[in-house]
């Protein structure tokens, strides 16, 4: 899909323009063209930024065939930039996926590149259809609002996160089962990811902030200064939260080894406790007294209730003992 919101030199909205305006557009400075291509095929791309916009090859081909972290590239006359958004997925096994957005940012125009849907985009271009003020100011403006609503769209991510650890938390003091330690590691791996993706896009911003871009007035980059400073804050709750993780791990490590000792325990307590029993039906059970002596005595009636108080009394009175002594 390719989709276009121009603002003429007149101030008029235009949302149904067609290929061959384009070029009309590029070179009308008091204009603003907006191009959104989505999961368009790449022939049909590669025609309009190689043959309309006139952007370098290879330009074109990082952002058609090559996936990248994001990042900012100055060609004089336009720049190259790459960010990401992110969706959490509940329930699967990768929490978190990306969604990588190839931007072309020039003097009087911001042409988009993506695969799929980005929530914060369609509302930045929402809104430009429904308050055409927005379309009246630069290019470099322009961006800035993709950019604060894409990064506008990680802080319920990072705040799911949150909870699934705060979640996970809970379970470690009641019965943790293996599919927790699933869940910490599938977390683990979301929060390096967002580490991998927040760090460089915050660098992106910083330059977009302070560098001397021709495509940015000096009186707007204040903005990108701000969504910079979102950022940080997003990179330190994300950098706690892996902390937070790293802690449950040890915490579950420790649990279940809490759970072994005590378990094993308990089966040095049964193995102590029927120790004397087994002695004392041992030693009774040998064959070899009759022939040896006539020691009828052992087969009394008498003699069987004493070894029986016996195998009954040593190990409650040893049961006590280890009671005494803390060891249970």
Known sequence: MIRVLYRSYEG?????FKEFQLADAILEREGLLWLDMVNEPKDACIHILRDVFGFHPLAIDDALEESHVPKVDDWGEYLYLVLHGIVFNSGEEELLSTNELDIFLGANYLVTYRLDDMPGLERVWETCQRDERLMQRSAGNLLYRVADEIVTNYMPVVDEIDEQVDQIEDILFDRPQPQVLERIFSLKRALLHLRRIISPQREVLNKLGRGDFSGIPEDERVFFRDVYDHLVR??????GLRDLVGGALETYLSVVSNRMN???KILAVITTLFMPISFLSGFFGMNFFQPVAALTGWTERLTFFVVLAGMVAIPFGMFLWMRRREWM
């Open 12 to 16: 008029i909205l235009h949302t149904d």
């Open 234 to 239: 997003l990179y330190d709750i994300a950098e």
């Open 262 to 264: 005590e378990v094993m």
